[in-house]
């Protein structure tokens, strides 16, 4: 949603949302019946919750949002709030609950959308800062692409036979140089002015760095494998001391889903066994893995703070962008998002997203692990919950940025932060260096 939605009409607005909402549930109705009902109940690996888990969710936030808080209707099925509560009970705990059966959970997801959408065609978007610029839809349709990215995570852990699958993505191309220099100096982080935005974007707010360098690309397979083949994962000094003894205690020794059958590196993606792709960026690596690579390649990890850096700083304007390529929303030729291929294209495959500064790929393909902790900006107001983000601030969880080729463009934004343990790989995290000038 650009902020140009600010200035839409209220029918204006309504249809961009519908079309929104329709759009998430295409994606999110095409992983729940890619499988059938043994699949769907069936939990692929603890760290992941049974895929009619994550449907019946999607559908019980719709129904606490948008027709209960925002409608003012009745609740539909007060029964199953706490099932669906994600607080309430561990991934690894959920297949005990008494879950909605798949057809139940699609009757019910499909009535709650029913209900949201006549709630949408009668709330004046003014009045309430939950419904200003369509917020609390806003946040629905995010949270339900983020739940369509959390259910691919799903896809590629199940054993068995191949259920998706999709066309190759565009050629990349080599860069014309490994490394960007970015300028020392302030710029904006944060926004104000994104109407769907959420609490731990917020506000925007001056910040300083130092000048330093950064990869034009993402970390390919070809140079991870580099760092394997030197014996990465064998050597101490590239490691902390909580990655070396996680890298003993989960016996890490390539990153998830490949494995070597001669001289060559093969990888698993989606059921599909196929040879790792030299020129794609790496990914289902974990933080301590990016950290070692970048010790080892004698740089570091990029801050938060210098990753948005050389996403938005325009040195011409001297003003920060929404996006790298500028203010328009993503475009297809912008950026690998939405599942299109199930896959990181080649890097370089995406000229058109490239950053004023010369970045290639910063949106899309892979989340990038950052050196930085998860932390409020400045200023941080709590909205409209305190479990979207402000339970978990702290050391405990890693910033990555960007946005993966799971990632849909109303869940992406220069400014948007996701964060995790720094020991999950499941989901579709790579990373790129910098270093020092």
Not at 392 to 405: A, D, N, T, V
Request: proline fraction near 9%; hydrophobic fraction near 35%.
């Amino acid at each position: 949603m650009t902020i140009d939605a600010l200035r839409h009409s209220p029918e204006q607005l309504r249809t961009r949302i519908a079309d929104e909402l329709r759009r998430a549930r295409d994606r999110s109705t095409v992983l729940t019946d890619a499988v059938d009902q043994d699949d769907l109940v069936r939990q692929h690996s603890p760290l992941m919750s049974p895929l009619v888990w994550d449907y019946a969710h999607i559908g019980s936030q719709e129904e606490l949002w948008l027709v209960r808080d925002v409608g003012g209707r009745d609740p539909l099925r007060p029964d199953i709030d706490r099932i669906y509560d994600a607080f309430q009970t561990k991934r690894a705990d959920r297949p005990s609950l008494p879950m909605l059966s798949p057809d139940e959970a699609r009757a019910y997801v499909a009535e709650v959308r029913n209900k949201a959408l006549d709630v949408l065609e009668h709330t004046p978007f003014d009045g309430r800062r939950l419904v200003e610029a369509g917020f609390a839809f806003g946040m629905i349709v995010q949270h339900e692409q983020q739940h369509i990215e959390t259910m691919l995570a799903t896809h590629q852990l199940r054993e068995g036979a191949p259920v998706l699958d999709a066309p190759a993505p565009p050629a990349g191309c080599a860069p014309a140089r490994d490394e960007i220099y970015v300028p020392g100096g302030m710029f904006l982080m944060g926004t104000d002015l994104e109407p769907w935005a959420l609490d731990n974007e917020r506000p925007a707010h001056a910040v300083g760095v130092e000048p330093f360098w950064i990869d034009t690309d993402p970390v390919t397979n070809a140079r991870y494998t580099a760092f394997i083949d030197a014996g990465g994962y064998e050597d101490e000094r590239w490691w902390t001391p909580e990655g070396w003894a996680h890298r003993h205690a989960a016996g890490l020794r390539a990153p998830q889903f490949w494995h070597r059958n001669g001289d060559t590196w093969w990888r698993t993606r989606f059921g599909h066994v196929e040879p790792v792709p030299a020129d794609e960026p790496v990914q289902h690596v974990c933080w301590y893995e990016a950290d070692a690579y970048a010790r080892w390649a004698g740089k570091r990890l990029p801050t938060e703070a210098e990753w948005e850096k050389a996403a938005r700083y325009d040195p011409e304007s001297g003003r920060s962008l929404r996006y790298p390529w500028g203010d328009e929303d993503p475009a297809p030729e912008n950026a690998n998002l939405g599942g299109t291929y199930l896959r990181p294209a080649p890097v370089g495959a995406y000229p058109a997203g490239t950053s004023p500064l010369g970045v290639r790929g910063l949106v899309g393909d892979v989340w990038e692990w950052t050196s930085s902790d998860f932390r409020p900006y400045p200023g941080f107001a709590m909205f409209p919950y305190p479990e979207y983000s402000e339970v978990f601030f702290g050391p405990e969880y890693k910033i990555l940025r960007g946005g993966s080729w799971a990632a849909d463009q109303s869940a992406v934004r220069a400014t948007f932060r996701n964060w995790d343990y720094p020991i999950r790989r499941q989901i579709f995290s790579g990373f790129r260096c910098a270093r020092d000038v």
